[in-house]
């Protein structure tokens, strides 16, 4: 069965720092992997996704994203946080199974000034 | 740009009441979702309709059904509201359930206590 992980339920980061969102994953076949952000009493909004092809990804507000076979990883990275990047960000897969999409638990990113 | 369009925003219930939340999209995507988000628990699929005319279950259909209405709407009904169905509850929409690569996009939410 699909499914990912998201070890760190809080990662707390200074302004100006890198940050790092891990993600593990587990699926069969090729791996189809999403990143989503949630504000506070908002929807989930699309950052990135990996099908294939380079295995550092790019999305939106400057966040990237790395996929990693060996170690089944998907880590949401950014070089320099921000205060607006405070908020509640998942990890998700489809995987083999097409019609599904199954998410993580979540990580809440806090970033103080 | 609409997107995913979910109503009511906010809906407070008495324990066995019905009550039915509506989802609309207007990209024309053939897939539908509705989830549930509970603290700690990340989002769990509640029922997926992979296209129109169809509809299947998902990690938590106990307590709901679903209707395919048309292309653009899926709705989602409590039929005896229990107080273990207060949650936040996420319509989504994807162009096909057949290209795993298919990004999915969500509705704002709607927020249902049940007392």
């Known amino acids: 069965a699909q499914s990912v992980a998201q070890p760190e339920d809080q990662v707390n980061v200074a302004e100006g720092n890198p940050l790092t969102v891990k993600c593990t994953y587990s699926v069969s076949g090729n791996p189809y992997l999403f990143w989503y952000v949630q504000y506070p009493n908002r929807g989930l909004q699309f950052l990135l996704k990996?099908?294939?092809?380079?295995?550092l990804v790019k999305g939106s507000y400057g966040f990237e994203a790395e996929f990693n076979k060996s170690q089944t990883s998907f880590h949401l990275k950014k070089p320099s946080a921000l205060v607006s990047d405070s908020a509640l960000y998942f990890c998700a897969t489809a995987g083999s199974s097409a019609s599904k999409i199954i998410f993580g638990s979540g990580t809440r990113l806090s970033i103080r000034p | 740009n609409a997107g995913v369009t979910q109503t009511p925003k906010f809906q407070v219930l008495k324990t066995g009441q019905s009550m039915t939340l509506q989802c609309a999209q207007d990209m024309n995507h053939n897939s539908m979702y509705w989830y549930r988000q509970d603290p700690g628990m990340g989002l769990r699929l509640i029922y997926y309709s992979a296209s129109e005319g169809t509809t299947d279950k998902g990690e938590v259909p106990n307590g709901y059904n679903v209707s395919r209405l048309n292309k653009r709407e899926f709705s989602l009904r409590l039929e005896s509201a229990a107080p273990s169905q207060t949650s936040v509850y996420f319509c989504?929409?994807?162009?096909?359930?057949?290209?795993?690569?298919?990004?999915?996009?969500f509705g704002e939410g709607s927020w249902l206590t049940v007392v």
């Open positions: 990996y099908i294939t092809g380079d295995n």
């Open positions: 989504a929409s994807r162009e096909t359930a057949n290209q795993s690569g298919n990004t999915i996009y």
